[in-house]
């Protein structure tokens, strides 16, 4: 699975205009301070990632062309004003905040300056593209810098075939350059990428917390696999992937917080996805979202799905 058989399985991208963020709302996330607080989520409209991930749908919202100069400031001023105040924000952008081509190095300063409101400014990034940059950023904000990174899962040969262009190595060497220089990092993990059963991939997410937390990792966020990109569809057509279970999310979940290592969340977007259940899946997302907050494992759900 390489790139071009990634881009042959593509479907057309979305109409964007990159003066706006496709996307921005607030959500509550606990904060490294133990508290519950708002955070202002930011989905930037760029150029798109020049990694090609087997499981990714992000370049649906991104441009073919470089990100002019000015573009995402005014995108961040616009978000800004119509958001709720929050101490917090993520700007993510389909990919990497230090590429370049995505977001231009001269409207650093002016980003920067937009931020001045917030404790903690979050962005994404691929390990391969953690440089001096990301200090020259953090020198520029008054809050504290955190960057995620997609680990995605610690089985080398189901990394390789992720085609994310990155190994263990790769991962373990950006997270202690930024530990090095105080900048803090979360880790995007999968729960049952393609080529994997329901008990394998449970069983190399919770690997992958512990070797994520092992390189010294903050926070982890625990992703279920989807289709929809066109390869995924694909893999999932022919045999080599089906969706994880609500169920498995919540056990590994349930692993992380135990660890008491660091924080722990389970992405709870889209939950109907990844469950059979109409009866308790408002309680499953309840739970989870509760367990994300107090980082506590909570009662299990009795139902006869389970």
Known sequence: MDDQWVL???????AVDVREPYA??????RSASGKVEPVATLFLTNKECPFRCLMCDLWKNTTDERTPVGAIPHQIA?????????????LYN???FFDTKAIPPADYAEIAALLDPFETVIVECHPKLINKRCLEFQAMLKGQLEIAIGLETAHPDI??????????EDFQSAVAFLNRHQINTRAFTLLKPPFLSEQDGIYWAKKTLDFAFDCGVATCVIIPTRAGNGAMDWLEANGAFSRPSIISLEKVLAYG????TGHVYADVWDLEYFSTC??????????????????KILPEINCSCS
């Open 8 to 14: 042959s399985q593509r479907s057309a991208k979305n």
């Open 24 to 29: 921005f709302l607030v959500e509550n996330e």
């Open 78 to 90: 616009l978000a800004l004003k119509r958001l709720p105040p929050a101490r917090h924000i993520k």
């Open 94 to 96: 389909s990919g990497n």
């Open 159 to 168: 990394l390789l075939k992720l085609n994310k262009g990155m190994d263990l």
């Open 257 to 260: 917080i135990l660890l008491q």
């Open 278 to 295: 109409p009866t308790c899946i408002e309680q499953r997302r309840q739970r989870l979202t509760t367990m994300n907050h107090l980082q």
